[in-house]
Each structure stands twice: as C-alpha cells, then as structure tokens.
C-alpha cells in the first residue's frame, strides 16, 4: 500500500518553526483556491493568515497564473549582473510611483530577511563610502538603532537587528552589537529622544516596523508619536529603513503603513504580498543619496551583494499581475470591507472580554489580534497548538503566536468566510 503524502514527508522533510518531537502530521495539502485551502481527502481550511502573510489575492488566482506562464514562456531567468528584461524594470518604475518615500533605485532580492540585510549593507557601507570620499567628520557611524520586540528575519544580519528571543538564542554569542529602543509613548519619548542624541555620532541606520511588530505579537504603537520620533531621528541625519515586509500592499488599511507619517524613510524593504504570496522575491529601495554614495571611479564602494535568481523574470511578472489586481478598485473596497469587520470583531470581544480571558484587543486595517489571558506571554505559550487543532476541527487554519492570537486573511476573503473565523474564536473563548 501506497504510503500518504504525510507519512512520506516524515521520512525526509525538516519543517520550519517546528519542534519535530511528538509533532502532528503535517495536513498534506492538495489544491487550493482562493481562500480555501483543500487537504487530499477533499476538506476545506479557510486560510485565516494568508499563507504566513504573503497571500494577499487569494490562493490559485487565474490572472496571477496566466501571467506567470506567459513569462515563463517567453524568458523564465537571466543573469541579472549585465543584462535586464521588461518585468524587472516595469517593476521598478510602478513601484517608485506607490512607494511612501522618494526613492530613486531598487535593488532586488529574494526574500524579506534578504532584503533587510541589503538594506543594513547598504547603510553600513553608506558611511564607509562617504568617509572615504572626505565629506565625513569621522567614521564611527556603525552601529544599528532598532526597536526593542522586533524582528526582521532569520539570518544573522536580521537577527542581530532583531529582539533577542527564542528566535536568536543560539545565535547570541554571534551577532553584533545594536542599540535597542522601546517603541515611543507619551511618558518615554523624551527618554528616547536623548538615548538617540547621545549615540547619534555613533549610528548609521535605524530599522523599524511602521506601526505594526508582526511576529514580535502583532503590536501596535501610536502613529502621532513615531512620527515625531521620526523626525528627530531624521534631523541627526541617521538613515531611516522601514521594514515594511509583513505591512506593505494594504494590510494596515493604508497602501504602505509608511503612509501613516509624514516622515518617510530613506530605505524600504518590502516582500510577502509582493508577489501576491505567489513566488519568492524581495525589493530594497533607496533615496538617490543612499545610491549616489555607491557611484564612483572607485570600485570598492560598490555594493558587493546579489543572487542566482535576482530580479527573477517569472517573480517580477508575478508581482506585476499583483499589482495589478492590488490597484483594482475592488480590491481597496475589499480592504475597506475586511478593516470594518475586524473592527466590529475587536468591539465585540471588547465588550466581552469580562467574562472571557482576553487582553489588549486591538485591530488595524485588515489585522486583528489579542492576547489569551492564559500562561506566560510570549512565542512558547502552548495555548498556539491548542486553537491551531481546534480551528482545523472547524475548518479554518489559524496560528496563533504563543498566546497572541491574530487573524490576518487574504483579500479575495468573503464576508461568510471572515465572519466563521470570527463565530470559531468566540466560540472557543467562551
């Protein structure tokens, strides 16, 4: 007899973020649609968290697909170092007119924790190259500034810049040194402010998620104050990078979380809904002073960074028929439709909460989230495991981080669909 595709991945998978030992089967998933997925014995899942966020059109989507094999028919890879193709530059052009900034170059990669390691790159070596060039009073500018409770990624620039946590904790004894700030309120920004003063000689970026710390707990921070802090940092001339991996293409209601401030950064690093969650590709975009320092006689202020599959003629096709279904009309009304159901989501466990073991309710644009009022917070809180099988019971696949519960759907979501994730969890609450 003819083993299950789950009991064949046993013999030869290693799965990430999972801890192997007494693990369940993987779901051996065989199609998907929209914003169902379908296991091979023909059950449904609502895909309650876009496919770990990048799926922004919904799963299979026609267009998306067709676009993807016209490319791969035409040119499917090329070197990227000597040559360039029509996706990769119309790429480049429509995203320089939607980006919340004003950039003047991308720099394509593969990843979200790929592209903010270019983007720390490109920071770093900005003050090498502009000390070099004598238009610096001194060459101490190396250290990173970033938020405490972030994350940025798996790889060892990413870590570094990230909380250290369960994530890092291997890894500790080899990341470099950061200087790490609480995330701005009324009663500490003053405190911030000086922290950054009295380091400012001494930083050459400051990375930051806009408004949203996704896999840190999906927290939430005050918009007003960021921008504030924004502009204090950006007044001691250090380089502003939002990571806006997790955030960008509407997930906070608005096209970029970026265009919640008036201050905007000088690098961007955007991936996960690039695509519409359907191929691997990441951008890093920079101001034209971040990519002037790069432009000399001199060879070694050239960015020494780059992948087999940079600018990926099939993915950037793919992110353009993205793109294009993310400008439709239908989809900002599907935003709007999916924002206001959260919100009526979040005020009714609100008024709830008294009897039911929940903490800091909150939403924004598409994403809701909450804390259950059971274990320790954070990532190792069992509890994840217990809704995670308890919402496949019910047809709807959640993952919850630790205790901190979100919901995060595909935009191509209907009202019916949103609405059982929503009656499950307040089912299973009580």
């Known amino acids: 007899m003819e083993s299950s595709l789950s009991e064949r991945d046993k013999k030869v998978i290693w799965h990430p973020y999972t801890q192997h030992k007494n693990m369940l089967p993987p779901i051996a998933i065989a199609h998907a649609n929209g914003a169902l997925l379908f296991d091979e014995s023909g059950k449904n899942y609502i895909d309650a968290i876009s496919s770990w966020w990048v799926n922004i059109h919904g799963h299979a989507h026609p267009y998306i697909a067709e676009k993807i094999y016209e490319q791969a028919r035409k ?8 040559f360039t193709h029509e996706p990769a530059v119309l790429l480049a052009e429509r995203l320089m007119n939607i980006l919340p900034g004003d950039f003047s170059k991308i720099f394509y990669s593969d990843n979200g924790s790929t592209a903010v390691e270019v983007a720390i790159k490109m920071a770093i070596q900005f003050w090498r190259n502009t000390f070099a060039a004598g238009s610096m009073p001194n060459s101490s500018r190396k250290k990173i500034l970033a938020f405490r409770n972030a994350y940025h990624g798996d790889t060892f620039g990413a870590m570094s810049i990230s909380e250290r946590s369960v994530f890092t904790a291997s890894f500790n004894d080899y990341l470099f040194e950061v200087i790490f700030i609480d995330t701005p309120t009324k009663g500490n920004i003053d405190d911030i402010k000086k922290v950054i003063r009295e380091n400012a000689a001494a930083i050459a970026g400051f990375i930051y998620e806009p408004v949203l710390q996704g896999a840190g707990g999906m927290k939430m921070y005050d918009t007003f104050l960021f921008d504030e802090l924004l502009a204090e940092i950006k007044s001691l001339n250090i380089i502003c990078i939002a990571d806006e991996v997790m955030t960008g293409f509407g997930r906070t209601g608005k096209p970029f979380a970026c265009d919640f401030m008036e201050n905007k950064p000088d690098i961007i690093c955007l991936s996960k809904g690039l695509t519409g969650g359907t ?8 101001s034209e002073k971040i990519f002037e320092a790069f432009v000399s006689d001199d060879r070694t202020k050239t960015l020494f960074h780059g992948h087999s599959f940079t600018a990926n003629p099939v993915a950037c096709s793919a992110a353009l028929a993205s793109l294009d279904l993310f400008e439709k009309e239908a989809c900002q009304k599907q935003i709007k439709s999916i924002s206001m159901l ?5 005020a009714r466990l ?3 909460h008294n009897h039911l073991q929940v903490k800091n309710i909150r939403c924004l644009g598409t994403i809701a989230a909450f804390e259950i009022e059971e274990g320790s917070d954070g ?3 069992n509890v994840s495991s217990t809704i995670t099988q308890r919402a496949l019971e019910n047809g709807i696949y959640l993952r919850p981080l630790g205790n901190t519960v979100y919901i995060l759907p595909p935009y191509c979501i209907t009202e019916k669909q949103l609405n059982q994730v929503h009656e499950f969890l307040f089912d299973f609450l009580q």
């Open 279 to 286: 191929m691997a590709l990441s951008i890093t975009a920079a």
């Open 75 to 82: 040119l499917e890879q090329v070197i990227f170092t000597g």
């Open 350 to 352: 609100q008024k709830s």
């Open 342 to 346: 959260q919100e009526q989501f979040c």
């Open 379 to 381: 990532y190792l809180n």
